[in-house]
């Protein structure tokens, strides 16, 4: 069993309509969950982090967490073309006493106008 | 904001040669280091953890005789390709951990290395 999982897509929705990207991981004792965006031939930028159950919301992005279900989710409001990227699902689980950071394989969104 | 230095952003060699890859934390110590590796369309794979002052520690499958990291520094970490193939071609990237509000975790721009 992968240790984060994604559907690798492509996820196609129009102009102006809400994206939803999924992801699960298998290790329970996670603490740290983030969310990447990679555009083709760069690295990855930093778009959510969250750490606690629930709902958190950074202008057109809300991540959601539920830790009981070991399930993270980033929703995407308003998409514009721009947004067309790979969403990179990363887990933080702490291994022989430090933290490591584990990735999706990553879920192609494609934004059409 | 954390800023992640690497150089060099991309690198050509001849199979046989070893190539460095230099990767720096400008504005904040960092103790910990993450080597990835990323192949075409797909994923980060994560080759190992640079730990200042002592040994990497590697991920299962990945030689640690012919990725030689060396992090000598709270600020410079450094991962060695030796004796590199054309198999060893790929997208190599540095991460840091700041440990500052958000804990999180920042990346180097990428080194774009082909073996030839």
């Known amino acids: 069993q992968k240790e984060v999982e994604q559907n690798s897509g492509p996820l196609s929705v129009p102009e102006g309509a809400i994206a939803s990207l999924n992801c699960t991981y298998s290790d329970r004792v996670s603490q740290s969950f983030f969310w990447y965006r990679q555009y083709s031939g760069k690295s990855p930028e930093l778009i959510m982090s969250?750490?606690?159950?629930g709902d958190k919301e950074d202008g057109r992005f809300t991540a959601q967490l539920n830790k009981a279900s070991q399930y993270v989710s980033l929703l995407i409001r308003d998409s514009q073309p721009s947004d067309s990227a790979t969403y990179l699902c990363a887990v933080s689980t702490e291994t022989g006493g430090y933290n490591k950071l584990i990735f999706g394989a990553g879920t192609r969104l494609a934004v059409h106008p | 904001g954390a800023v992640v230095s690497q150089h060099p952003s991309w690198v050509i060699c001849k199979s046989g040669t070893s190539v460095k890859i230099e990767c720096r934390s400008l504005d904040f110590q960092a103790t910990t280091m993450f080597w990835y590796r990323q192949f075409p369309k797909q994923s980060l794979m994560l080759m190992a953890t640079s730990n200042e002052g002592s040994k990497a520690t590697y991920e299962q499958g990945v030689e640690k005789d012919k990725f030689l990291i060396n992090h000598a520094s709270l600020t410079l970490s450094t991962l060695t390709v030796t004796s590199a193939h054309p198999e060893d071609s790929s997208f190599y990237i540095c991460?840091?951990?700041?440990?500052?509000?958000?804990?999180?975790?920042?990346f180097g721009s990428g080194t774009r290395l082909t073996v030839v």
């Open positions: 991460s840091a951990r700041d440990q500052g509000v958000n804990y999180g975790y920042t």
């Open positions: 969250i750490y606690s159950n």
